[in-house]
């Protein structure tokens, strides 16, 4: 006679083992926020190129395995096939009409970006002027300055300039007359140990009150050098000169770069520029990039509570702001606060995900608008990641992070002939594995190793 109950018990032991390995999550598989799973990220960023930029502070950077962003002025660097010039009519016809009509909306951008090349020396700090009063708001004063600039040039007030050379050094502080500069070469054997090298046009001009043509003339060549030198891949992202978010500017570059440091309009992204004093964690969004710049007289302390505060929520983005180093360039900070904020950075790397301004830029953007499906058949996990975005411009791995039967040990990672090994983890809500996976590249395959 059949016993129900002795099959009852004897199959209940069977049933529990078989619950074990499996958990309602498996195959459940969410897109982590930061790369690896990390609390957070951090961007660090150099502007202007000057030469302790590459001798002191890159060998830092590798020494922790971290990698920079540095936009250049590509009219600093030997080889470049651009320089600087003003695009327009005669400079000498806008000085002669200077004398009968004063600066005005119709020509100060024409005025302010020709003043730059009279010839003269220190000329080009009237359009400095006229450039931080106009971004202020102060136009009227920008006009000013404009006037009083060509006013002097007419009356013979300023000494003629030698060549280019003296607006190379004093405009772009990037050190002395014969301070050795960066090379393409040199750069280019950055870009292959990790660092991004980025777009800061060729003469650091205030962009705000250039002319449309000149505007065009400072982002599109100076991308074009460092696409022959360099490749596609560094003309992702730039930084406008001054940190300017002028609507103008913004559209003439967002036609031509992907990503700009100087504003990223997502919807999903707070952003808190250098002068923001907003709390990074006040904002809602999904994301918060938050930027700092490290000025001489920064604390170290101050600069250390910044990346404290960037491991606090899970949402934020640091993104450092250098200049100077070691006594060239503007606002310098020396080799030895630098090694020890590289050091204090790099102990927590675990945590903390170093990434480039373009790296991230891309990861963030990939993840805010990527799809992932999973199946499971009792014997492996199937995968599907896909983004909507343009491929040949976003094509960075995201990192997934996949709850699998507890009963597993190791997992492989199949993803066409890309295969990797990895560990199994716990959190409270079961087994899970995290790896990195390449959007719109065909099915992951998950199995037990």
Same mark, same amino acid.
């Given at each position: ?14 049933? !529990? ?40 502070? !890159? ?16 009219? &600093? ?14 400079? *000498? ?14 020509? !100060? ?27 202020? $708001? ?17 009356? $013979? ?17 990037? $050190? ?19 660092? #991004? ?32 030198? !360099?490749?596609? #891949?560094?003309?992702?992202? &730039? ?30 992204? +707070? ?11 006040? /904002? ?46 503007? *606002? /310098? ?12 950075? $790099? ?22 608008? +990527? ?39 190791? &997992? ?28 719109? +590249?065909?099915?992951? *395959?998950?199995?037990?190793?």
């Amino acid at each position: 006679m059949f016993n129900h109950r002795m099959f009852a018990i004897f199959l209940l032991p069977l049933m !529990l083992t078989f619950l074990s390995c499996q958990n309602d999550t498996t195959g459940q598989t969410e897109i982590t926020k930061w790369k690896d799973g990390k609390q957070s990220a951090v961007s660090l960023t150099f502007d202007d190129s000057s030469i302790n930029q590459f001798r002191v502070a !890159l060998p830092l950077l590798n020494r922790h395995n971290m990698p920079g962003t540095f936009y250049v002025l590509t009219g &600093a660097i030997p080889g470049s096939k651009y320089e600087a010039e003003f695009v327009g009519r005669p400079v *000498e016809e806008i000085i002669t009409e200077t004398a009968e009509t004063p600066t005005n909306e119709e020509n !100060l951008f024409e005025r302010a970006s020709a003043i730059r090349f009279s010839g003269y020396k220190g000329t080009y700090e009237y359009h400095t002027r006229a450039g931080r009063l106009f971004e202020s $708001g102060d136009v009227e004063e920008a006009y000013t300055v404009i006037d009083e600039g060509y006013r002097k040039i007419r009356n $013979g007030e300023f000494e003629e300039a030698e060549g280019k050379g003296y607006d190379l050094y004093n405009v772009m502080a990037i $050190g002395e007359p014969g301070t050795e500069r960066i090379t393409w070469d040199k750069l280019q054997t950055y870009t292959e140990q990790g660092h #991004e090298i980025g777009s800061h046009t060729i003469l650091h001009p205030f962009l705000a009150v250039l002319d449309s043509a000149n505007i065009h003339h400072e982002l599109v060549k100076s991308r074009e050098d460092i696409r022959n030198h !360099l490749g596609v #891949e560094h003309t992702f992202s &730039a930084e406008c000169p001054y940190g300017t978010e002028d609507e103008r500017v913004m559209d003439h570059a967002y036609e031509l770069f992907p990503a700009l440091r100087n504003r990223m309009p997502h919807p999903w992204l +707070a952003e808190l520029n250098r002068s923001s004093d907003e709390n990074p964690q006040d /904002p809602q969004e999904e994301y918060v990039q938050w930027q700092r710049g490290a000025l001489s007289d920064t604390p170290m302390d101050t600069m250390k509570q910044w990346v404290d505060t960037s491991l606090e929520d899970d949402n934020i983005w640091l993104v450092l702001v250098f200049h100077g180093v070691e006594g060239i360039g503007w *606002e /310098p900070l020396t080799e030895e606060e630098l090694r020890e904020y590289y050091g204090y950075i $790099g102990e927590r790397k675990d945590d903390l995900w170093v990434g480039t301004f373009r790296d991230v830029t891309k990861y963030i953007r990939e993840r805010m608008n +990527a799809e992932v499906n999973s199946s499971y058949d009792g014997d492996q996990i199937s995968i599907e990641l896909t983004h909507s975005l343009d491929p040949r411009l976003y094509q960075y791995p995201l990192t997934l992070k996949t709850y699998v039967p507890s009963g597993w040990e190791s &997992a492989v990672v199949q993803q066409g002939e890309d295969q990797q090994q990895v560990e199994v983890r716990e959190d409270e809500q079961g087994t899970y594995i995290l790896y990195n996976a390449l959007p719109n +590249a065909g099915p992951v *395959e998950l199995s037990s190793s």
